[in-house]
C-alpha cells in the first residue's frame, strides 16, 4: 500500500498522520513540542516504520515560521527567526529527511492548510488566488496561485503590517515583540488573551471582545483582498471557534470595502467568500499530506 | 516591418506608441483624457494607419482601473466603477479591438508596468513576484507572479487599505471617495495638493511633508511585502521624482519592519529591493508594448 506522510509542526504541538489520503488515514499521533532534538526524534520514530517497510512514499511537513524555503540556500528547510524558544535556526527539513530517506515536501504551516483546502475539495481548485488565513496563537495566511504555494524572497507573514490601532477605544499595546500592534499583535489568541486577561474561549458572548476582534480582523483581509485580489478566503485558527466571530468578520469586511471593488463576492455574496475550512482544524496536517502526493 | 501597439489610458492623458520594441519606436503622440467616444476616436486614428497596412501585428492596453479581467465575463475589457467622471462603464478594449481589427492585451496600468519593467530588462526577469507600485494621482499596485500579471477577483487594488493614521500628527481626513484615509486618500499626488494646498513639485525641500508621505508609503509597503512576499519593488510615478524621497521610504520600511523577515534584501540590501523604475515614466506604456508582443 502506498502511504503518505503528513506533520504539522505547531508551537505547541506536532500532530502527525499516514494515510493513503485524507479519507484513507491508518493512524495518528501527537506529541508536544519540546526541545527540537526530542520532539523530531519522536516524529521520526512515528514514521519510521513505514519508512522501513517501503509503504512511506513521501512526507509533507507544515510547519510554523518563519521558514527557509529557497531550495538553493545552505538554510532551506530550516525554521528561521521564530522567537519560539530552543527552535531558531532548526533544520526541520533535513533532520526528517536524513532519518526517514524519502522524499519531503516543505512548507508553511498556513500555505499546507491553504493547498490542502484546495487539493482536498475540488470545488476550490479553480478558485485561484485561494487563501487561507490562521487565527491562533498567532496569525499567518497561506496563499495558492497558480495550484502551487507562494514563495518569494520568503513566504507571506501577513499577521505582521500595522493597522489603525484607536489607542483611546482599545489602549492595549499589542503584544508582538517585533512590531507591537501589527495584526497579530492585536488580533491574535495571544492578543485577546493578554488583553483581557482571559482566554478567547472565556470570553464566549461578550460582545465588546468581538466586536473589536472582528474590526481588527476584518482590517487585515481587506489589506490581503486589496494586494493579492483573492478569489476566495479561508479562514480558521481557533479565536475562528468563536460563535458569531465568522459573520461579524464578514459584515465588518463589506463595509470597510464599502462597494470600491464593485464585486459581488465582498458584497451580497461575502458568506461564500470567506469561509471557515471545510477539512477543520485537521487543514494543516491534511495538507501536508497533500503537499506529500505532490511532491 | 512588425509592428506593435502601445496604450497607456490614464486619467489625464492616453500615451500611445508604436515600435518594433523599446528601443525601436516609430511614433509617439499624446491625447488629452476628454470623453470616452472622442479619446478612443484619437486613439484609434493614431494606430488605424499601421493597422490599414498590415505592419501592425498586436496593441497592448495598460489602463487605469478598476477593469474587468475576467475573459468570461461579459463586460471583459471594461474600465468599471472609476470615479472618473464620464468612463464608468467603458468598454476600452471592444472600442479598441472593433475598429483596429488585431489582437488586444488589455490590463491594469501598473501591471503593465511592472510587466515591462521586467520584460525590457532580463535582469529583472527570474524576480518573482515583482511588483510595481505607481504613487502619482492615485496610487496602484501592479504584480508580476510566474511571469503573467496578477489576476484573481480582479486585480490588485493595494491603493485602498487603511493604515494608522495618526490624527492629532495629521488631521487631514483624507481623499479616497471611498475609504477617507487609506493610502491612496493619505499619500497619492491628490492627497499631498488637498492637505498642503500645493502641489508635489512646490512643495520640494519641505522635510515635514516628506517625512509624513514616506511614512505612508513605507506602511502600504510593509503591507505588500508581508502578503506578497515580492523579490523586487519598484516605486514609480510622479510623486517619487521628488528627490530624496525614495531614500526615506527605503529607511522607514527597513525600521518599520524591525528585522522580523531576517532577510538582507529588507535590511542593508534595501536600496536594491525598492528601486526607481528602469524605464523611468514610460514604464506604463512599454509595458503595454511588452503585453502586446507578448499576446
Not at 475540488?122 to 499567518?140: A, K, Q
Request: net charge negative; charged share 20%.
Amino acid at each position: 500500500m502506498k502511504l503518505f506522510g503528513g506533520i504539522e509542526a505547531g508551537g505547541t504541538k506536532f500532530v502527525c498522520m499516514v494515510g493513503a489520503d485524507a479519507d484513507n488515514l491508518v493512524k495518528e499521533e501527537r506529541f508536544p513540542t519540546t526541545t527540537p532534538r526530542e520532539t523530531i526524534h519522536k516524529v521520526t520514530e512515528f514514521f519510521l516504520p513505514y519508512a522501513k517497510s517501503g509503504e512511506l512514499t513521501a512526507v509533507g511537513i507544515a510547519s510554523f515560521g518563519p521558514l527557509d524555503l529557497n531550495p538553493d540556500s545552505p538554510t532551506y528547510g530550516y525554521i528561521t527567526t521564530t522567537p519560539k524558544a530552543g527552535w531558531k535556526q532548526t533544520d526541520l527539513y533535513g533532520e526528517i529527511h536524513r532519518r526517514l530517506q524519502v522524499p519531503v515536501a516543505f512548507d508553511t504551516d498556513v500555505n499546507a492548510a491553504a493547498f490542502g483546502e484546495q487539493y482536498w475539495m475540488p470545488e476550490n481548485r479553480s478558485l485561484d488566488p485561494f487563501l487561507y488565513m490562521t487565527v491562533g496563537t498567532g496569525i499567518g495566511v497561506g496563499v495558492i496561485i497558480n495550484g502551487a504555494p507562494l514563495h518569494g524572497l520568503m513566504h507571506a507573514e501577513a499577521g505582521h503590517f500595522a493597522l489603525p490601532h484607536d489607542w483611546q477605544r482599545d489602549p492595549f499595546a499589542g503584544v508582538c515583540p517585533y512590531h507591537g500592534d501589527c495584526l497579530e499583535g492585536l488580533a491574535s489568541g495571544r492578543a485577546i488573551e493578554a488583553r483581557w486577561g482571559r482566554s478567547p474561549a472565556e470570553l464566549e458572548g461578550d460582545d465588546a471582545v468581538w466586536e473589536l476582534e472582528a474590526g481588527y480582523l476584518a482590517l487585515g483581509l481587506i489589506c490581503v483582498i486589496c494586494v493579492l485580489s483573492s478569489e476566495r478566503i479561508v479562514i480558521g485558527g481557533g479565536v475562528m471557534k468563536q460563535p458569531g466571530l465568522l459573520s461579524l468578520v464578514q459584515r465588518r469586511v463589506t463595509g470597510l470595502m464599502n462597494g470600491y471593488l464593485g464585486t459581488k463576492a465582498v458584497g451580497e455574496e461575502i458568506a461564500g467568500y470567506i469561509t471557515l475550512p471545510a477539512l477543520g482544524s485537521k487543514a494543516g496536517v491534511l495538507g501536508a499530506i497533500a503537499l506529500a502526493e505532490t511532491a
